[in-house]
């Protein structure tokens, strides 16, 4: 089936460093694709909306400005952790979808951040 | 997406069947019934998803009631890599929005 990497795996950064996370789709091309935060023992929530030359859509609640989402290219996202604070840790994920009506999501593995 | 209820967690011995249930009595006639799954430390993966029909693959099976108000993913034969969080997800076919992802079912699977 269809693949989404997600890199890095796992990140350690200090206190009001930036971190970058991408996703890539490697066998389809996705003009969206979604980023996720998942904190411990929790369900996963929507950060944002990333949309293949254009600008993303952010939903409420999520600082844009912090949260910097770039998607040049049918086939890569980018979500940028600017000045990141330690109740930024968490888990990231991505998500992208094939074209096609209702077609199944793919995720990647998630990205592990710790902010000390 | 219209709201979906599952049991916060079950429990099920390995090799044996396990039938995780989900209601969703407001789905509407647009709305596909998906399932995916969260291994610990894993971004999701999708299992099933459905319309009306029961659906079978070679992961699970998806139990749709006659009225949609609810349905069952079934593991024929459980194995402990079947741990996991389980997700019912109502999708509107017609949608390019993202999942909405509730708290899903922690199943755990005993040797």
């Known amino acids: 089936g269809a693949v989404v990497s997600q890199h890095p795996s796992r990140v350690i950064c200090k206190s009001g460093t930036s971190v970058k996370i991408e996703c890539r789709s490697l066998?389809?091309?996705?003009?969206?694709m979604f980023w996720y935060r998942q904190f411990p023992k929790q369900s996963l929530m929507l950060m944002a909306t990333?949309?293949?030359?254009?600008?993303?859509?952010?939903e409420q609640g999520v600082e844009k400005d912090k949260f910097l989402i770039n998607h040049a290219s049918l086939t890569l996202s980018t979500l940028t952790v600017t000045s990141a604070h330690p109740e930024d840790s968490s888990f990231y994920i991505c998500?992208?979808?094939?074209?096609?009506?209702?077609?199944?999501?793919?995720f990647g593995q998630g990205t592990r951040l710790t902010v000390v | 997406d219209a709201k979906t209820t599952q049991p916060n967690s079950m429990e099920s011995n390995e090799e044996e069947p396990v039938h995780l249930p989900c209601n969703h009595s407001?789905?509407?006639?647009?709305?596909?019934i998906h399932w995916y799954r969260q291994l610990p430390s894993q971004g999701p993966e999708y299992v099933i998803h459905?319309?009306?029909s029961n659906v079978n693959n070679r992961m699970a099976s998806l139990a749709i009631a006659e009225d949609r108000k609810s349905s069952t993913l079934i593991l024929h034969r459980a194995t402990l890599r079947d741990a996991a969080v389980y997700y019912c997800?109502?999708?509107?076919?017609?949608?390019?929005?993202?999942?909405?992802f509730g708290k899903g079912t922690s199943l755990l699977v005993t040797p």
């Open positions: 997800i109502l999708r509107d076919g017609n949608s390019g929005y993202a999942l909405n």
């Open positions: 998500s992208a979808r094939a074209q096609g009506e209702n077609t199944e999501a793919f």
């Open positions: 459905g319309l009306t």
């Open positions: 066998d389809f091309q996705a003009t969206t």
């Open positions: 407001t789905i509407s006639g647009t709305d596909y």
């Open positions: 990333s949309n293949e030359g254009s600008k993303a859509t952010y």
